[in-house]
């Protein structure tokens, strides 16, 4: 999983430069004080291999679900009856979700085969952080290593 991990973080480096944080998904935007330490907008990854099956007693294939948490800070006034700049600004998060679909859609590793989204949802917070939460899948084969006594 670390190298599906460091896969994804390196796509999103160079394809996504707006993403000003990509990290491990460890609760930055659940469990704050003051402010989620992290810089915004950002991208929270979480990996679980929600099925495998053995191909054979050392070997299994996997389906892999990468869930990324895209979070943004409120950047002002979407409604219609704000001025188009102002719009322009609060609604160029949109423009950063889509980049991460173009970058990640497809993607894929000797290691791992292509992503593929599965779905898109956005959370309901209390905090006004803007969160929008992509699930990506994709399949792997895993296979056990043996480490030779010396």
């Known amino acids: 999983m670390?190298?599906?991990y460091l896969a994804v973080v390196e796509q999103l480096k160079t394809k996504v430069?707006?993403?000003?944080?990509?990290?491990?998904?460890m609760g930055q935007l659940d469990f704050y004080e003051m402010r989620p330490s992290?810089?915004?907008?950002?991208a929270l990854i979480d990996i679980d291999l929600?099925?495998?099956?053995?191909?054979?007693e050392l070997?299994?294939?996997?389906?892999?679900?990468?869930?990324?948490?895209?979070?943004?800070?409120p950047a002002g006034q979407a409604n219609g009856a704000?001025?188009?700049?102002?719009?322009?600004?609060?609604?160029?998060?949109?423009?950063?979700?889509?980049a991460v679909f173009s970058a990640l859609q497809g993607?894929?590793?000797a290691e791992f085969g292509g992503l593929s989204r599965q779905s898109q949802?956005?959370?309901?917070r209390e905090d006004n952080i803007k969160v929008v939460k992509q699930v990506w899948t994709a399949t792997f084969e895993e296979e056990v290593i043996i480490e030779e006594e010396v």
């Open 2 to 4: 670390k190298t599906i």
């Open 17 to 25: 430069p707006a993403l000003r944080w990509i990290d491990a998904d």
């Open 38 to 42: 992290v810089a915004f907008p950002c």
């Open 50 to 56: 929600p099925e495998c099956v053995d191909n054979s």
């Open 59 to 73: 070997v299994q294939m996997c389906d892999v679900a990468i869930t990324i948490r895209l979070a943004f800070e």
């Open 82 to 98: 704000a001025p188009e700049s102002v719009q322009t600004k609060a609604l160029a998060m949109w423009d950063t979700v889509s």
């Open 107 to 109: 993607f894929g590793t």
């Open 121 to 124: 949802t956005n959370e309901k």
